[in-house]
């Protein structure tokens, strides 16, 4: 057991899957010398050498059609993305060629990949910093896209994701990198892609939420139990593809749907969980499914941010909302 | 005197962390020489010295944080200036908070703070009432209504509740409801009434009287089932003998109606038919016999109906009741009537024969159970032993409450008051 944070649960999860796996691979800019910007990959070239871990230009389309390569070609590349909002020079690289591989291939090839990215705002960050792209990966079949929210996930889905023989996309809230430590065992585990976590069980209102803002929907939690809500909150922990079951099951219970996502609000996730509860929970509903979301803009720059964030307090509103309706 | 600072080495680095120094204190340094190796969240970074000289003190030893600003080696550059006070305390270690520490761009936070380990299993709350399915719009027709849509057993598909199984609940509560409730009707129903312009129509209040008849006939009506059965009696010999004692009660100071021989008649009937003088408790389900005979009689006043009744009439001669009806009718005419009088009446009649009408179908007086209703006498042709003759007819009405009384037992009452009526002698016998 190591108590520590997201950001060394995704260094430490690369250490051991190459130390075990001598086909793993890192690479991206700044990876390999420094170990990234964020230290995510500190300590692997050292250890590995700069033929497993990188530096590559800065050329986001290069770094993935070279991990197209060396995974046709038997290695298992986990690229890193400085930023998410840096993945479209790539994103031809990643929805033409990485999502349909195998199909057009016919399954003679596959391509077991990991694309790191840190993602999402919180941090007073620049432009092109702080985006939530999850629906651009989502939208795009072929392609599983998982996001950790806790260390102890960190390590279990990226050691999924590496494991995979398909393309992974592993987003990182990077506003929670090193914002609390987690008991993680040191042996290797694995957290299913695709599976939701029940983080807490409750009554009257089902709330779905992943990454950074599960943290901030359980202090709202916290708020709403002052007025005798009981709040059932579902990590989705994996985007695509959707654990439809668990947030199904849990409406059905509960007759009641909030889903919280930084990413901004039109066709973004929360319309697809909404379509979802809407097919599959409408007889148990007793409020509209409702989304508390980003704007429909791009995130401000630091000065007005908080205007953007998602804060407890806006969470407990929108909870008490829903379930007085 | 040197003091060289930590700066910002580039992409807003707030801090760094020590991790080689390349020269001790007392040693020479040279401008440009690396001064030591210091880790940051994006780079190792190798920092120079910025002047020759010897080193005073170092800023912190290998492993230590050191923030932006603060003092990372003071060096003997042989200048004399001495460190400023402001520097020196703008050089006020910062804490290591975890609010403040650095990201590469922007700010993460950072804390030691440690959540809860993962289990992936969770405590389980209550178990969840029963929820039934139904679409959202029958949950608000629920609402609506004030039905508890989980208590409600659906028919629709895959059990689910529909509107119409709202409908039904909601029909039978309320008629479970409305049977529990004091049979006394405290509002009138409201409903809108139509448009009238002032030209139209005067509104005129109501008197106190009339607000008592209002509400006296709205529980009558709306508590009590009523039905009526009606017949003519053949009252030639009445008529006769009221004829023939008129001048006698005359001459007594007594003005001599049809009306004591029909209370009479009515007091002997009920005395053979007791459920006739009796009020039902619906809600204990038992039917009160009243054992005396207080027969009330509706007198028509200026002012609307008012109902005095003559106390233990079983106990009075005819001439009594005459006499006490006579006094009644004043009373009640001059609004001087006494409060009792208009009490405990147990049976009522009702003579709308004086303003020349036949056949009624009398409100019974809650919570008596029936009424007997008197038109006006009038002659008539009659089949009497197989030959038409001139008769004398009296129309009766008679209303009984049908949740304790039968169609059957209104007439035989009937019949029993017809045998007293048409053979007034059994009246002076009995």
């Not at chain 1, 250490?15 to 990234?36: A, F, I, N, S, W």
């Not at chain 1, 590349?77 to 909002?85: L, R």
């Not at chain 1, 059905?252 to 599959?280: W, Y």
């Not at chain 1, 989304?291 to 969470?315: A, M, N, S, W």
Request: charged share 25%; glycine share 8%; proline share 5%.
């Amino acid at each position: 057991m190591a108590l520590i944070n997201i950001l060394e649960a995704v260094n430490k999860t690369l250490e051991q899957q190459m130390e075990k796996d001598p086909t793993v691979v890192v690479l991206g800019e700044d990876v390999g010398y420094e170990g990234g910007v964020f230290r995510a990959t500190a300590g692997l070239q050292q250890k590995f050498g700069e033929e497993r871990s990188f530096d590559t230009p800065l050329a986001e389309a290069g770094i993935i059609g070279t991990s197209i390569g060396m995974a046709i070609n038997g290695l298992k590349p986990v690229a890193e993305i400085q930023f998410s909002g840096f993945m479209f020079p790539a994103y031809n690289q990643i929805a033409t060629h990485v999502a349909r591989y195998r199909n057009r291939s016919r399954g003679k090839y596959h391509l077991p990949m990991v694309i790191r990215m840190p993602y999402g705002g919180g941090i007073r960050a620049l432009e092109h910093h702080s985006e939530s792209l999850e629906t651009l990966f989502a939208h795009i079949p072929g392609l599983k896209l998982v996001i950790p929210s806790t260390p102890y996930d960190a390590k279990g889905l990226l050691t999924a994701a590496i494991k995979d023989p398909d393309p992974v996309i592993f987003m990182e809230p990077k506003r929670i990198y090193r914002a609390f430590k987690q008991e993680v065992p040191d042996e290797e585990y694995i957290v299913p892609i695709g599976k939701a976590k029940l983080v807490k069980e409750g009554k009257d209102i089902t709330v779905v939420a992943w990454g950074a803002l599960v943290r901030e929907v359980e202090k709202a939690i916290k708020l709403v139990e002052e007025d005798g809500i009981s709040v059932e909150l579902i990590d989705l922990r994996t985007i695509a593809p959707l654990d439809r079951e668990t947030v199904i099951q849990s409406v059905q219970k509960t007759g009641r749907f909030l889903v919280v996502h930084e990413a901004v609000k039109s066709f973004g996730p929360g319309a697809e969980l909404i379509s979802i509860v809407n097919e599959k929970a409408f007889l148990s509903l007793e409020a509209p499914p409702t989304r508390l979301t980003g704007f429909d803009i791009t995130v401000p720059l630091p000065k007005g941010e908080h205007h953007f964030i998602i804060d407890p307090q806006r969470i407990a509103y929108e909870i008490r909302k829903v379930v007085r309706y | 005197m040197y003091d060289f600072k930590f700066a910002d080495i580039g992409e807003g680095i707030h801090e760094g962390q020590i991790l080689k120094w390349m020269f001790q204190v007392g040693d020479k340094v040279k401008e440009g020489d690396t001064l030591c190796l210091i880790e940051t969240d994006k780079v190792n970074a190798e920092i120079p010295s910025p002047v020759s000289g010897v080193i005073k003190k170092l800023g912190g030893a290998v492993g230590d944080t050191i923030h932006v600003g603060n003092t990372l080696a003071l060096i003997d550059d042989g200048s004399s200036a001495q460190p400023a006070k402001k520097d020196t305390a703008e050089a006020k270690p910062i804490q290591e908070g975890e609010e403040n520490s650095a990201g590469v761009v922007g700010q993460i936070e950072v804390s030691s703070e440690v959540i809860e380990s993962s289990t992936e299993s969770y405590q389980k709350a209550d178990v969840p009432t029963k929820r039934v399915l139904a679409t959202p719009v029958a949950r608000q027709l629920a609402k609506d209504l004030g039905v508890d849509i989980n208590k409600v057993t659906g028919t629709g598909e895959m059990g689910r509740v529909t509107k119409e199984d709202i409908y039904k609940i909601k029909e039978s509560t309320s008629k479970q409801s409305i049977a529990k409730e004091e049979p006394i009707v405290s509002k009138p129903i409201s409903f809108k009434m139509p448009e009238t312009t002032s030209a139209d129509v005067t509104r005129v209040p109501i008197t106190k009287i009339r607000k008592t008849i209002v509400k006296n006939m709205v529980i009558s009506k709306s508590v009590i089932p009523h039905t009526t059965v009606m017949d003519e009696l053949d009252v030639t010999n009445l008529v006769n003998f009221r004829t023939e004692q008129k001048e006698l009660a005359l001459s007594k100071g007594v003005k001599l109606t049809y009306m004591p021989f029909i209370i009479k008649a009515v007091v002997l009937a009920l005395k053979d038919y007791p459920v006739f003088n009796s009020s039902f408790d619906h809600e204990k389900e038992e039917i009160i016999y009243k054992h005396f005979y207080n027969i009330g009689l509706a007198v028509d006043t200026p002012d609307g109906l008012i109902v005095p009744n003559i106390k233990h009439a079983d106990r009075k001669s005819i001439i009594d009741v005459a006499k006490e009806l006579q006094v009644l009718s004043e009373e009640a005419n001059n609004r001087t009537i006494q409060l009792d009088k208009l009490q405990n009446g147990t049976f009522t009649i009702t003579n709308y024969g004086i303003f020349g009408s036949t056949f009624g179908a009398p409100v019974i007086k809650h919570p008596e159970v029936a009424i007997l209703g008197v038109g006006m006498i009038a002659k008539k042709p009659i089949v009497r032993n197989n030959e038409i003759v001139i008769a004398d007819i009296m129309p009766l009405s008679l209303s009984i409450d049908h949740r304790i009384i039968d169609g059957g037992d209104a007439g035989r009452f009937m019949m029993r008051v017809k045998e007293y009526l048409t053979n007034p002698m059994l009246l002076l016998l009995s």
